[in-house]
C-alpha cells in the first residue's frame, strides 16, 4: 500500500479537506498514474453528499482523471511509462460475462466498478482522481493522443463519453440533424462533437443568452 495525498470528503456535509489515502501496490496488471489534472464532475457532489446511497468516509472524489503513467505491472502489454493516459468512470469489471467480453464492460452483469465509492474486485473501497496518484487496471486506462492537452482532455472521461456515446449509437453525421438541450457542461461537448461529425445542430435553449457561444 502506498499512502498518497488527496482531496476527500470526511463525512456527507462536510467540506472536502486536504488528507492522504491509500493506493494499492502495482499488481502485474495495474498501471500506476501521476495524475496531472482531473475534472470536476456534479457526481462528485452527489455522491460525496450521500444523495445516491451511503458511502464510506473519508471519499476522494473524480472520475475525469489525466495524467501520465508512472509504473507498470509485469504484465501489463497496454501502457509504457511516460504515456499521456486518462481514467475514466470505471476502474474494474468481471473481464468474463457476455456483456464484458463484447467490450461493453458499462454493462458487466456482476456490475462494474465505478472510480470511487465502490467495492473493488478485491473488496477495497474505490478513491478517485482528486488525488496524486492512482493505481487502475490496464484495461481500463486509456492513451490520450499527443494533439490532446491533459486539462483538456480529463473533461471528456464523463462527459464527453457521456454525449459522445448516444451521437455515435444514434448515428450523428452528414445529413443528420441533432438537437442538444441546454449548452451547459455537457451541451456544449454534444455540440462540439455533433458538429465534428459533421452533424447539423441546433441549441435548444430557454433564452438566447448563450446564442454567441453556441455559434462559436
Ligand atoms: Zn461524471
Ligand atoms: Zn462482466
Not at 493506493?23 to 445516491?52: E, Q
Not at 475525469?64 to 497496454?78: L, N
Not at 472521461?157 to 451521437?167: E, H, V
Request: aromatic letters at 4%.
Amino acid at each position: 500500500m502506498h499512502t498518497v495525498n488527496a482531496y476527500a470528503a470526511p463525512s456527507a456535509t462536510g467540506d472536502l479537506i486536504p488528507t492522504t489515502i491509500e493506493r494499492r501496490d502495482v499488481g502485474p496488471h495495474d498501471v500506476l498514474i501521476d495524475i496531472k489534472f482531473a475534472g470536476i464532475c456534479h457526481s462528485d457532489i452527489h455522491t460525496v453528499r450521500g444523495d445516491w446511497g451511503p458511502q464510506s468516509y473519508p471519499l476522494a472524489p473524480g472520475h475525469e482523471i489525466a495524467g501520465v503513467v508512472a509504473e507498470v505491472g509485469s504484465a501489463v502489454t497496454r501502457h509504457r511509462v511516460g504515456d499521456r493516459v486518462g481514467v475514466g468512470c470505471m476502474v474494474n469489471s468481471c473481464g468474463e460475462c457476455a456483456n464484458c467480453q463484447a467490450g461493453e464492460e458499462q454493462f458487466c452483469l456482476a456490475g462494474n466498478t465505478g472510480t470511487y465509492g465502490a467495492v473493488d474486485r478485491d473488496g477495497t473501497i474505490t478513491q478517485g482522481g482528486y488525488s496524486t496518484h492512482v493505481v487502475v487496471t490496464e484495461g481500463f486506462v486509456l492513451r490520450i493522443p499527443d494533439g490532446l492537452d491533459l486539462d483538456v482532455a480529463a473533461p471528456l472521461l464523463c462527459a464527453g463519453i457521456t454525449t459522445y456515446s448516444p451521437l455515435r449509437h444514434w448515428g450523428a453525421g452528414p445529413g443528420r440533424n441533432v438537437a442538444v438541450v441546454g449548452l451547459g457542461g455537457l451541451g456544449h461537448m454534444a455540440v462540439k462533437l455533433a458538429h465534428a461529425m459533421g452533424a447539423t445542430v441546433t441549441v435548444l435553449s430557454q433564452s438566447l443568452k448563450k446564442q454567441e457561444d453556441g455559434l462559436r
